[in-house]
């Protein structure tokens, strides 16, 4: 039997002596520079409780975390005709089982879809111009993946506690996934992609460059809203049932900031500080100018885009009071202020324009993704009526 090691045991004692001075020396040296603001500690890492800075979090980890597992989805099981290969042996003798329970036709015609038969089934759902006009919308939001999945590997940083951390994991992982097969869809139409426009540029650069946990607003306030309402009118079309999945993360990404500032509140300065509120408004107003961009390729698909603007601000002023992020001006005026401006600016370029509230139109179509819907914004509405009956004002229609 081999011998054990024998130790000197005043020699072991000295080196462990050692690193505690070391160690009391780096820290202290570290927690020094971090009251002065001169560097210090890079981790907001607590390895002497084995946890994170914020605590363990569970409640975020259960909702958002164990959610996103339970919902994952695989692009191979949706689009056997992509390039993805992402099924674990246990899902495709899952598949496989589902399969072979199908009628022969179903199955001749599933085993054969190929990007070819994909894109024959596009060809036939839609006219060139129908196709090219969903290449320019799909790739507004395409775009916007990549900020997506760039923004939140950044607030994975600069988020608290494990179970926050964990939450935002999950966010990176479906960004990273929403950028890479929308990007195989979108070429799958085989029309020219074009660039992203100036104000859509403007505010995810802007979404990129705020600090802190103010990156939730533009991301997953302005940007996820955006997000939601465009998978939520697109995912009933032809062809596009994919985005259905797309819709249903989108939901849980837009719930994340409140579940998240729930346990980690902004201060009364964060909510309230005039720049701030100014920054967010900044944020918001670029949709005016970027919707009637995009009106001539919504046109083409049956949609107004100042209905889809309408639905589409309404919710992002929803989710921005339900968070906390304040803005310089009450909702409704905020609303109101837009609705006006979406008539001035149809009248100037439609025949025959009849003033409409836009902004209390849904554009969501589908019970599946108007239930999804109902459950990010039936909070919101709870407190909102509540708030309302309170102070006796009539409710603005939500
Ligand atoms: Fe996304
Ligand atoms: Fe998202």
Sequence with gaps: MEQGIVF??????????FEAFLNQAVRGYDRVAATLHVGGRKGSYDDIRYEFVGGSQDTLRKKHYDKSLRLLWKAEQHMPWSSFRDLTSDEQIILT???????????????????????????AAYTPEQKQAL????????????????????????????????????????EA???????????????????????????????????GVEKFFGMNVVVE????????????????EILKMFHRDESRHTALPSNYLAEFPLSWWQRKSPAARLRRLLMVLPAVPFLAHIQEDFA????????????????????????????????PVISNFLNDVFNAYCRYTRQHHVAQRFVEMETTRGEEQLSVEKEVFQLVEQHTLAAKKASNVVPMSA
């Design 8 to 17: 000197k045991e005043k020699a072991v004692a000295r080196a462990h002596q």
């Design 97 to 123: 089982q589902a399969f072979e329970a199908l009628s022969a036709s179903e199955r001749k015609q599933l085993k054969h879809m190929r990007t070819e038969d994909f894109k024959q089934k596009l060809n």
């Design 135 to 174: 290449v320019n919308i799909l790739s507004l939001i395409g775009h916007g993946e990549a900020y997506a999945w760039m923004v939140s590997a950044e607030l994975l940083n600069e988020c608290k506690s494990t179970g926050g951390r964990a939450a935002i994991t999950m966010q990176v992982l479906e």
């Design 177 to 211: 996934k929403h950028f890479v097969v929308l990007r195989e869809i979108i070429q799958a139409f085989d029309c020219p992609i074009p660039r992203l426009p100036v104000y859509e540029y403007i505010l995810l650069e802007r979404t990129l460059k705020s600090e």
């Design 225 to 240: 809203g955006f997000a939601l309402s465009l998978f939520g009118i697109l995912s009933d079309m032809p062809c596009l």
């Design 300 to 331: 083409v698909l049956g949609v107004d885009s100042f209905a889809f603007g309408g639905s589409m601000v309404r919710k992002i002023l929803n989710l921005a009071e339900r968070v906390g992020f304040d803005l310089p001006l009450p909702r």
